[in-house]
Nanobody, 118 residues
Framework: QVQLVESGGGLVQAGGSLRLACAAS????????IGWYRQAPGKQRELVAD???????NYADSVKGRFTISRDNAKNTVYLQMNSLKPEDTAVYYC????????????WGQGTQVTVSS
């Protein structure tokens, strides 16, 4: 079992920055990758960025060059640095962990609201 707790959301003006944090606990040794997803009202949940256990990163085209995903292994925490925020980045941001050895399981955090005002 893996537990995820997000923090760092809030209200920011367009062009501003926020840093989200996802703290993992439990069987963190089994985590293969951690990603950030977001879901805006009336839209499907979409992948924003993810980072594998080997350090490889992947970004949605809409956030490339503005967002950076990173991790602190000592703290079992993954960060999402969001710069040059736009109103269309407004959404609930969720942390997701893919974990497992024989089979893989998806774990989700509770989500954190990010609101970007124009």
């Amino acid at each position: 079992q893996v537990q995820l707790v997000e923090s760092g959301g809030g209200l920011v003006q367009a062009g501003g920055s926020l840093r989200l944090a996802c703290a993992a606990s439990g069987s963190t040794w089994s985590i293969n990758a951690i990603g950030w997803y977001r879901q805006a009202p009336g839209k499907q949940r979409e992948l924003v960025a993810d980072i594998s256990s080997g350090g490889s990163t992947n970004y949605a085209d809409s956030v490339k060059g503005r967002f950076t995903i990173s991790r602190d292994n000592a703290k079992n925490t993954v960060y999402l640095q969001m710069n040059s925020l736009k109103p269309e980045d407004t959404a609930v941001y969720y942390c997701n962990a893919v974990a497992g050895v024989i089979g893989t399981y998806n774990y989700w955090g509770q989500g954190t609201q990010v609101t970007v005002s124009s």
